[in-house]
C-alpha cells in the first residue's frame, strides 16, 4: 500500500492494519524519516515537500511492488508526506513484514534507497537567511546503485 | 503537449504548467530543452545547466534522447530529494 | 534504554518519548518481533518466553550500549517482553535513531542479531500435539557473526 | 553457590534453583557439569549433551574451563531463542 498525504500517521497503528490477522509474518521493519534542525551546518526552521500528483503515486507503487516481489513480502506501506512541515515532524514511513526478520530489514532500506533517488518529491529548506533547494546527494545513488541487478 | 516545472525550475521560469506546441523537427528531450530554453531569460535560467535537469514524460522518467512523438504529459525538475 | 516486561507495548508512543526534543535525529528505524502461527511445519497455539531475571537486563544494557557506541545513536530502545504469549503478538521491539538512516538500519540489525544470540531468553511453542522448547537456529549465529571486529 | 538451572534444563532437573556446596577438586564449568551430573538421573539426563549446556557466572556467559572460585550464582541453560 502506498499513500501521498499531508497528514502526519500513526506508526503503531499502520503496523496493526498492515499485520492484522497475518499471524505467518515474524518480522516487521519501520523506517521513520524525520525533519532535522540542521542541514550542512545551516539551522533550519520550516521544510516545505513539493512532489509531482500522479508520477509520485505511480512512482511509489513501483517501487513498492518491485521490494514486495524480490523479498516475497508479506504486507509493506510507504507513506510519503508533502507541503509544509517543522523539525521533529514525521516525513516517510516504510513499513515491511516478512516471516524472516532479513528480508524485512534488507527491503526496507532498499525502499529507503530507492524513494530517495526515485519518488519525485523535493525539499525546500527554510532558516534565518531565507529558502534554499535542498541539494540530492551522491551518497544517495551511491545507496541506491548497491540494489541493480 | 503540456509541460510541467517542479521545484527551482518552476520558481525561475515562474510558472508550473504551460501548454507549448514546439515545431516538427523538436524530437526528443533534449531538443524540446534546447527549444524551451530559448524562450526567455527564466527559462535560459532554469535550463542553464543541462546535466542536472531530470525529465518525465507521461510521468516516466525520460533520457535526453526519449522521442516525445505522442507525449501529453512532459515534466522537468532537479534531481529528487524525497525519502 | 532497555526494558524487560509481560506488557505490551505501543511503537509510535516509544518513538515519539525516545525522539521528542531531539531534532537533529533524521532516522528512525524500528523492529518489532511477531509470534508466528507456524514454526518447523507446526502449527502453533501459544509461546511461553523464559528469561533469566537479573542477567538479561545486564545483556540487553550491553547489547544496547555497543550498538550506541559502535554507530554513535543519538537514541535506542529496546523492549523484550516475557510471558505467555498468542500468535501475533508482539515480542521484542528495537528502535535506533539516528541522523543518517545507514546508521539506524545496520544499529538495529546488530541489536537484533545480538539480541537472537546473546539475550537469556527462551522459547516455548505449543500445538496440538504439546508444548516443545525451539532450538537456537546456526542461521542466528551467523548473522551474529558478521558483527565481531 | 546457588545453581539456576533455565528452559528445559529446569524441566528434565524438576527445579530451577538449588544451593550446593561441590568438594574442593571442582575447579571450573566442566568439572562442576561433570558432578552435577552425578546427582540423579534427571541431571545426567539435563547434561547428557554437555555440548549443547550453555553456562553463565555470576550473570555473565562463561566457558567450560571458566573457574568457579568465588562465584555466587552460576546457571545452566540451553543455547538463546529469544528476539
Known amino acids: 500500500m502506498i499513500r501521498v498525504q499531508t497528514e502526519d500517521f500513526d506508526v503503531s497503528k ?11 509474518i515474524g518480522g516487521v521493519a519501520t523506517f521513520v524519516g524525520l525533519v532535522r534542525d540542521m542541514a550542512g551546518g545551516r539551522s533550519i526552521d520550516t521544510m516545505t515537500l513539493d512532489h509531482y500528483p500522479g508520477m509520485t503515486e505511480k512512482m511509489l507503487a513501483k517501487i513498492e511492488a518491485e521490494a514486495v516481489e524480490r523479498w516475497n513480502l508479506d504486507a509493506s506501506l510507504i507513506i510519503h508526506r508533502y507541503g509544509p512541515l517543522s523539525p521533529g515532524d514525521q516525513i ?7 516471516a524472516h526478520r532479513e528480508a524485512a530489514f534488507e527491503a526496507n532500506e ?9 519518488a519525485p518529491f523535493w525539499k525546500r ?3 534565518k537567511d531565507g529558502d534554499r533547494w535542498v541539494e540530492a546527494k551522491a551518497s544517495d545513488n551511491d545507496a541506491a546503485a548497491r540494489w541493480s541487478r | 503537449m503540456t509541460i510541467l516545472y517542479f521545484a527551482w525550475l518552476k520558481e525561475k521560469i515562474g510558472k508550473d504548467e504551460e501548454q507549448v506546441d514546439p515545431p ?10 534546447e527549444w524551451l530554453a530559448q524562450r526567455g531569460p527564466g527559462y535560459a535560467d532554469a535550463f542553464a ?3 542536472i535537469v531530470r525529465a518525465a514524460i507521461d510521468q516516466e522518467f525520460a533520457e535526453t534522447d526519449a522521442p516525445i512523438a505522442g507525449a501529453t504529459e512532459i515534466a522537468f525538475f532537479p534531481p529528487v530529494t524525497g525519502g
Open chain 2, 49 to 51: 545547466d543541462r546535466e
Open chain 2, 24 to 33: 516538427a523537427e523538436i524530437t526528443n528531450i533534449g531538443e524540446l530543452v
Open chain 1, 14 to 24: 499502520e503496523i496493526k492494519a498492515l499485520t492484522q490477522g497475518k499471524t505467518h
Open chain 1, 110 to 118: 532498499f525502499l529507503m534507497d530507492w524513494l530517495k533517488t526515485k
Open chain 1, 92 to 98: 516517510v514511513l516504510t513499513i515491511t513484514a516478512s
Open chain 1, 125 to 127: 529548506e527554510g532558516g
